[in-house]
């Protein structure tokens, strides 16, 4: 398996008022592609701040991001936008689908940003929808969906460009367990079937089981799990 993605030295810090806080650490990680990885670590650890970064949300203060050869940290906002646009689908825990539209129309947002004609757009939503499950449900609006068909059609609106990278923020953590367990299936499906390499931010060790990788955090590191020790540079790799 090829490297998707490399994080080397990375540092985030925000400035609140006069006081500089450190997110992240030194940071080094890398993740195989075609890996379903799942991100784990007490709040305030750094594990969302890090998903920003390999997802090309936000910017490390120091250090380098690399996502299929592409330098994230030293790449121009325009040309980042369009990246994002065609490589990364984003899964958030309360879905962000705007409820004047259709399933259909939210699934079509991100492809606004390409040329492709109205007819392609709405046929390639539809697949999207038929490959979670809702192929029936294009013309209901959020409010007419339950949280599980809510999260699958984002899930779908992620797929929608046939991004390499999926990058999911507790997409469980407004569920049941019982929708949540249904959700996480599907994810594992997209990764197994469709190739498509995850990365999940979780709390719930449940959720991290269906990932084939587990990386924790604490306090801005990557951390071994049994200790909290400070951990070597980890690697996910696709388990056999």
């Known amino acids: 398996m090829s490297e998707l993605i490399r994080c080397t030295s990375v540092c985030k810090d925000y400035v609140r008022g006069s006081e500089r806080v450190r997110v992240l650490r030194n940071v080094d990680m890398s993740v195989e592609d075609g890996t379903f990885v799942a991100l784990m670590g007490p709040s305030g650890s750094g594990k969302t ?66 040329d492709l004609p109205r007819s392609e757009r709405k046929k390639n939503a539809a697949m999207a929808l038929d490959i979670v499950g809702l192929g029936d449900r294009g013309s209901h609006k959020p409010g007419e969906l339950s949280g599980g068909q809510q999260q699958r059609v984002a899930i779908a609106r992620a797929l929608v460009s046939d991004p390499r990278l999926l990058v999911c923020d507790e997409p469980t953590g407004d569920l049941d367990r019982e929708t949540a367990d249904e959700i996480l299936e599907l994810l594992g499906t997209l990764h197994r079937e469709l190739g498509k390499t995850i990365v999940m931010v979780t709390h719930d060790p449940k959720a991290a089981k269906h990932a084939t990788f587990t990386l924790h955090m604490d306090k801005g590191k990557l951390v071994a799990p049994a200790d909290h020790a400070d951990a070597a540079p980890q690697r996910a790799r696709t388990v056999a």
């Open 49 to 114: 701040t890090l998903l920003n970064l390999m997802s090309g949300l936000d910017t490390p203060t120091s250090g380098e991001v690399e996502v299929d050869g592409l330098r994230l940290d030293s790449t121009s906002a325009g040309a980042l936008a369009r990246w994002r646009a065609q490589s990364v689908g984003f899964v958030f825990q309360f879905y962000n689908l705007l409820p004047v539209l259709t399933a259909q129309r939210n699934v079509e947002l991100p492809l606004l940003l390409t």
